[in-house]
């Protein structure tokens, strides 16, 4: 009796194990929604009240534990080992990635604003790829997240090309110039909450930190989606729009990048 209840339980253990690892991650491989809801909304909650940390805090931990100190690219591959191998979580990603790569290396920009940081995995990547006297302004609203951020990029030894600003872009926008010292952005790289992608590309016109030439590039345009910002740099004369188009970071589900050239 014993021995076929100890074989039930590990039965139902090696399951769920089975279930949470390998059989529903592979099923919402190719859902964006269900990628999203399963990783962010089931399995970080579960694994935050388990561990009693948060996931920020575990890619922290991973870069910490795997990356080689002062070395971007390190910084990068282990984060996106840590994502694709044990946890998901909101960065670009390495497909993305690369197109975000493509873009800075055209673009070659000194000045450099993005909007959400999260754990500064893009902010690397970019920083990794910019010239010596290039800059970059990151907004992220959320401060345990800032606090991460400035981690890996110290760990990434990036701290001199990286100003990581706490609180809401809709605050921040209009203070760079008076604040930072800022003309016009030569590249603009949106990644924070998708409703404010229209709001705040339209407070960056209005703020006259756009040049004739700007880049925008706009993260995760597909899923979670940003119809309306979207639709305003498509049809709008004052931009000239491409996307590209790829997965949800770390998933097949479709999404893709928006690169604008601001036209004035």
Not at 150 to 167: M, S, T
Not at 189 to 202: A, C, E, G, Q, V
Request: net charge neutral; with cysteine.
């Amino acid at each position: 009796m014993w021995l076929t209840l100890f074989y039930s339980c590990t039965g139902g253990a090696a399951l769920l194990y089975a279930l949470y690892r390998w059989l529903i991650p592979t099923a919402v491989q190719y859902h964006g929604g269900l990628a999203l809801l399963w990783h962010d909304m089931i399995v970080e909650r579960m694994l935050d009240t388990l561990t009693q940390s948060t996931r920020p805090q575990r890619l922290l931990h991973a870069v910490q534990k795997n990356a080689t100190k002062g070395d971007p690219r390190s910084v990068v591959k282990a984060i996106d080992n840590f994502c694709r191998q044990k946890e998901w979580a909101m960065n670009v990603g390495d497909e993305k990635g690369c197109i975000l790569d493509s873009v800075v290396s055209e673009v070659n920009p000194v000045t450099v604003l993005e909007l959400g940081t999260y754990c500064g995995y893009s902010t690397v990547r970019i920083a990794s790829l910019l010239p010596p006297r290039a800059k970059i302004i990151t907004l992220e609203f959320n401060p345990d997240y800032a606090k991460i951020a400035r981690q890996v990029i110290a760990w990434a030894g990036l701290e001199d090309k990286i100003q990581v600003v706490e609180g809401p872009s809709g605050e921040w926008i209009p203070k760079m110039k008076e604040q930072f010292g800022v003309k016009t952005f030569d590249l603009v790289f949106l990644d924070h909450w998708k409703d404010r992608y229209l709001p705040d590309t339209k407070l960056l016109e209005d703020c006259g930190l756009l040049r004739k030439g700007t880049i925008l590039l706009a993260d995760n345009v597909i899923c979670p989606g940003t119809p309306d910002y979207l639709e305003y740099v498509r049809n709008s004369p004052r931009y000239k729009s491409q996307y590209f188009k790829s997965h949800l970071e770390y998933t097949k589900a479709e999404d893709g990048l928006e690169k604008s050239v601001f036209l004035g």
